[in-house]
């Protein structure tokens, strides 16, 4: 079993930059950063596959997810932010779907307990 733990969320002003962390207690191969605000579904942000990347439209070039080296610890940096980034964000690991489901919640097995982002205008 492998544990995630976020860091590195706040409140930033419109326009301003965060970077998430996600360390996990093990290897992680593909991994992803999800988020979700109050009183909607959780959305896939951006995921990792192998030297790969896969971003939502509405982060594309604002935001990028990275790995370190041992591939066990995760980035989401994140840049140009947006009221409507507001959300609790989460990384996920174990995906067991094909790249194409790489953004979909229902594929990864563990979940760290989320990093609070909010962005004010």
């Known amino acids: 079993q492998v544990q995630l733990v976020e860091s590195g969320g706040g409140s930033v002003q419109a326009g301003g930059s965060l970077r998430l962390s996600c360390a996990a207690s093990?290897?992680?191969?593909?991994t992803a950063w999800f988020r979700q605000a109050p009183g909607k579904e959780r959305e896939g942000v951006a995921g990792i596959y192998g030297f790969s990347t896969f971003y939502a439209d509405s982060v594309k070039g604002r935001f990028t997810i990275s790995q370190d080296s041992p591939r066990n610890t995760m980035y989401l940096q994140m840049n140009s932010l947006k009221p409507e980034d507001t959300a609790m964000y989460y990384c996920?690991?174990?995906?067991?779907?094909?790249?194409?489901?790489?953004?979909?919640?229902?594929?990864?097995?563990?979940w760290g307990k989320g990093t609070q982002v909010t962005v004010s205008s």
């Open positions: 093990g290897y992680t191969d593909t």
């Open positions: 996920a690991a174990a995906f067991r779907g094909v790249v194409a489901a790489i953004l979909r919640p229902e594929e990864y097995v563990y």
